[in-house]
């Protein structure tokens, strides 16, 4: 007789390898098929919202590692909110306007000068959309689950109509005004720029001091004294009209080399290094308010530079007398209104020189660094000429530096609400916690923000100007112009005349004889994306406005969190979020930045054709996301080996469970064994942990809790033990279906609480159980209290758990030194304390059974351990080979073979099973 054909061996058509990236895109066809979006929004449509908005990636280009961490997040919040008693439909957007698409075309050979701008910004819509499919793709493949037939797009006409009712609102309320001021200009955008759309990198530059000649001096300083000035930006030399000092600074009048000299007298010895005086003697000294309204001669021009008093002069570096130039500075800007200067920007939107800059006309404002630095040494103004490194502002698209230049500019006034966003901010819950410090201090801090740009591939302004000049916005208008778009996109506004797109018998007092113009700027594309709580939230009828939460990179505080909150502030009074949740930057392996230079570039398409999605989510899971985090090839790998152990656990409870039928052989919880009770308290710990660790958005929680459960309460401990008793005892042993039972709600359990990260492996084992719902994704996380736990049996058994985590040790020895091959040829003897001995004495089990051994004896106090005993932590313990023979059934070594004539090979339990059958 063949025993193997006795015993109970696992059956499973769940296959052992995963082949993920063949098998996933079967799932999701299946998935289509089934429409489980809609199948899942139809099963919770009667509960509570939770809403995730989701901030819309730029439609240019293929998605990288940062995209897939940021929309796994996502996926993993929607997907255990909807198995956690929520409604929480995810909707997934796209940002669609702006410069990249204008300058993707122009990469292609569009020339834009030869079309219209309605021809030109339908290219521009066409290419979004294509890169649109192309990211939605991607992103299906990733397994994420969204209504991605009708994701939101901020080009569609309802999403731009809804915009422009915003800006609509903002104005009436007095909060969008035009007005000339210095703002970030790209030149190589031909644009204005946000604050947001600016980075900061190194840039060399050179370092001028610079001396105005005195030609007024009040009667505090000689004519011909030299005031000296200090900057990086030689090019605004030609703007200058004005010199700042600050009130209460102490200015030393110096003589050195046969000239006078006036700098702050807390940076003399500083500055008189720097240009090499020697032998310096100070004349006098003078309050920085005694200087006001001196003039000194422009070192190029015949006019004046009036000198100002300003706090914003510092001592941190040059002279204390700062160049001003209305025109090409915040501070210069403000201190120059103040006193009356004007304001003189003789640079166009190229960067280039106007006529209002003599000697440099035509010239591009870097290079013309070095033409006017020869052109104040020939004058005899240089004082010292050299280079410094430091941070300097640039566009964050082009990767060019940017200047500050006056331009007439549509802008948001942030003081008006300022303290409402304030107080948004402190209403508003952050995962990390140091997010709202972040987020206050930028909206505390911010200026005006600048809405307006000068481009062409975005939703126009709705401005109409008077015959007088004056800016039309009324009610009126703004619902017409809204109405307008939502019928025939913003295309509309370019396609008509102004007068064709007022309202019929529209008049203004300003235009006597009704004649128009339309403002030609754009918006802000983070006007656009930040409008998104009214034309989404507020826009389609299955979500709700506030969002419960927003989550994106931690880059969004000073961009779409930003954005939103103001504007939704603005006219709401209220935040468009419950709750911001923000991750960091991908790296590789070393903590570098990646880069197709470096190759430590980790495509996410690449790991997913390898490996498969689920592989790639288990990485974003594992990692704590609120911080910067790490990848590679290895990483990934080690990730993947985690997957594989998990996965070869799910197999092996499905595998046991195949004669199991929940209803008919289920084992109640106090029928039980210790042990399966044990381990019904340790799925309950596990279930509290991974429901926890996704109610929190702690996923790496998650991660370690199902990861934990596999590898070492079950595949470490229970599974083994369980294999002497699922395979070995009768189909209907009550200790074989209690065992089952607790496999059956493991299963059940892990299969639940994994869906969300590794959707496509729990649909695939759901597609083996025998379940009523088609997917595992129409049904809810279990729920810890089903599942019950004695703390004194919890606190009992983790004891007995590390005596035997000591009692492994020394088998691994003894295989080691070759006293014993498998664990079941061994006979242990532990040697331990009184509580051991009645810890031992008190389990219900067969502590040999526990062990994987086949004999077990405890021998008393450690004094009574042999020298050969192995001390342990909490035991000694000897190892040696069991007396008897190797059952051919169960392979547990016993002294009673041979009690049956008809089954010589076989232990007594062996027998009494075979006989049975």
């Not at 299906?140 to 731009?160: A, C, H, I, Q």
């Not at 591009?364 to 941070?391: C, P, R, V, W």
């Not at 210790?674 to 702690?698: H, N, P, S």
């Not at 065992?739 to 990260?757: E, G, R």
């Amino acid at each position: 007789m063949d025993y193997k054909d006795t015993l109970l061996m696992p059956k499973t058509d769940f296959p052992m390898r995963g082949n993920l990236a063949n098998r996933e895109p079967e799932l999701q066809k299946k998935w289509e098929e089934m429409d489980i979006y809609n199948k899942v929004k139809e099963r919770t449509a009667d509960r509570p919202f939770f809403i995730l908005h989701d901030g819309p990636p730029y439609a240019n280009g293929d998605l990288h590692i940062g995209h897939a961490l940021n929309k796994m997040l996502k996926d993993f919040i929607t997907r255990s909110r909807s198995m956690m008693g929520f409604h929480s439909p995810y909707i997934p957007g796209w940002d669609t306007h702006g410069l990249p698409i204008e300058q993707a075309l122009t990469n292609k050979g569009v020339n834009r000068k030869e079309l219209s701008l309605a021809e030109f910004r339908k290219l521009c819509e066409e290419y979004a959309f294509e890169q649109l499919d192309n990211q939605r793709t991607q992103f299906k493949r990733m397994g994420v689950r969204g209504d991605w037939d009708n994701p939101y797009v901020t080009l569609k006409p309802e999403y731009e109509a809804r915009q422009i009712e915003v800006f609509g609102k903002m104005a009436n309320k007095g909060y969008i005004y035009k007005g000339l001021k210095p703002v970030y200009w790209s030149p190589s955008s031909e644009s204005s720029l946000a604050e947001a759309e600016i980075e900061y990198k190194d840039k060399k530059s050179p370092s001028i001091f610079v001396s105005f000649a005195v030609s007024d001096g009040k009667g505090v300083l000689d004519e011909g004294t030299n005031i000296v000035i200090w900057t990086t930006t030689p090019w605004t030399i030609p703007a200058n009209l004005g010199i700042a000092v600050h009130p209460e600074l102490d200015y030393a009048v110096v003589e050195t080399g046969g000239k006078t000299y006036v700098v702050a007298e807390d940076l003399l010895k500083a500055s008189a290094e720097e240009m090499g005086w020697e032998d310096v003697k100070t004349v006098k000294t003078v309050k920085g308010t005694a200087l006001e309204h001196i003039l000194a001669k422009h070192p190029l021009y015949d006019r004046t530079s009036l000198v100002m008093l300003g706090d914003h002069v510092t001592t941190d570096s040059g002279t204390g007398c700062v160049h001003t130039a209305p025109g090409h500075g915040e501070d210069d800007f403000l201190i120059g209104k103040r006193y009356g200067l004007g304001v003189l920007c003789p640079i166009d939107e190229k960067g280039v020189f106007t006529a209002e800059a003599p000697g440099f006309e035509g010239e591009f404002y870097d290079k013309a660094n070095k033409t006017i630095t020869e052109a104040l040494d020939e004058a005899g103004a240089l004082e010292k000429l050299g280079f410094i490194t430091h941070s300097y502002p640039h566009d964050w698209r082009t990767k060019k530096p940017v200047i500050y230049r006056a331009t007439a500019q549509w802008f948001v006034s942030i003081d008006a609400f300022r303290e409402d966003a304030l107080q948004a901010i402190r209403d508003t819950a952050f995962t990390p916690a140091w997010g709202e410090t972040r987020l206050f201090n930028m909206i505390r801090d911010r200026g005006d923000w600048n809405i307006s740009r000068q481009r062409v591939w975005g939703v126009p302004i709705p401005v109409f100007y008077a015959e007088n000049g004056d800016e039309v916005i009324t009610e009126e208008t703004i619902a017409h112009i809204a109405g307008l778009f939502r019928e025939h996109g913003s295309n509309v506004w370019f396609e008509r005349d102004a007068k064709d797109l007022l309202p019929e018998g529209f008049s203004h007092p300003s235009s006597p004889n009704g004649t128009f113009t339309k403002e030609l700027d754009i918006m802000d594309v983070w006007f656009d994306s930040g409008t998104s709580h009214q034309g989404v939230l507020e826009e389609r009828e299955d979500l709700q406005y506030p969002a419960d939460i927003y989550l994106e990179g931690s880059d969004q505080y000073r961009g779409w969190f930003n954005s939103s909150l103001t504007t939704s502030v603005a006219i709401n009074g209220i935040a468009p979020y419950k709750g911001i949740v923000s991750h960091g930057f991908v790296l590789d392996a070393e903590g570098r930045k990646m880069s197709k230079s470096l190759g430590n570039v980790t495509e996410p398409a690449k790991v997913i054709n390898q490996l498969g999605a689920d592989i790639l989510r288990m990485w974003v899971a594992s990692v704590d996301f609120t911080a910067d985090v790490r990848v590679s090839d290895d990483i990934i790998k080690q990730v993947a080996e985690v997957y594989r152990k998990i996965r070869n656990t799910l197999k092996f409870l499905h595998g046991n469970l195949f004669d199991f039928e929940p209803e008919k052989h289920r084992v109640a919880y106090g029928d039980m064994r210790e042990m399966d009770q044990y381990m019904t308290g340790k799925l309950r710990e596990m279930i509290t942990a991974a429901v926890a660790g996704y109610e929190a958005y702690e996923f790496p929680a998650v991660y370690q809790a199902l990861n934990s459960f596999c590898a070492n309460d079950l595949s470490a401990f229970y599974l083994d033990v369980a294999k002497d008793v699922v395979y070995i005892e009768t189909a209907d042993h009550p200790n074989r279906r209690a065992m089952q039972t607790v496999m059956y709600d493991s299963l059940m359990a892990l299969v639940k609480l994994a869906s969300p990260i590794i959707p496509h492996t729990a649909d695939e084992m759901w597609s083996y159980m025998n379940q009523p719902e088609d997917s595992v994704q129409l049904t809810d996380f279990p729920a810890a209290d089903d599942y019950p736990a004695s703390p004194e049996l919890m606190d009992k058994w983790g004891a007995f758990m590390e005596v035997r985590d000591d009692v492994l040790k020394a088998l691994e020895e003894a295989r080691a030194a070759k006293v014993i091959g498998k664990s079941l040829e061994a006979k242990v003897t532990v040697y331990g304390d009184k509580g051991t001995e009645e810890l031992l004495a008190s389990l219900d089990e067969n502590v040999a059974q526990l062990f994987i051994t086949s004999k077990f004896a405890f021998g008393g106090s450690p004094e009574n351990a042999p020298e050969n005993a192995l001390k342990l932590d909490r035991v000694s313990v000897t190892v040696e080979k069991a007396p008897g023979d190797k059952c051919a059934r169960c392979w547990v070594v016993s002294e009673e073979l041979g009690t049956s004539e008809e089954h010589p090979e076989l232990c007594p339990r062996c027998t009494s099973v075979v006989k049975s059958l």
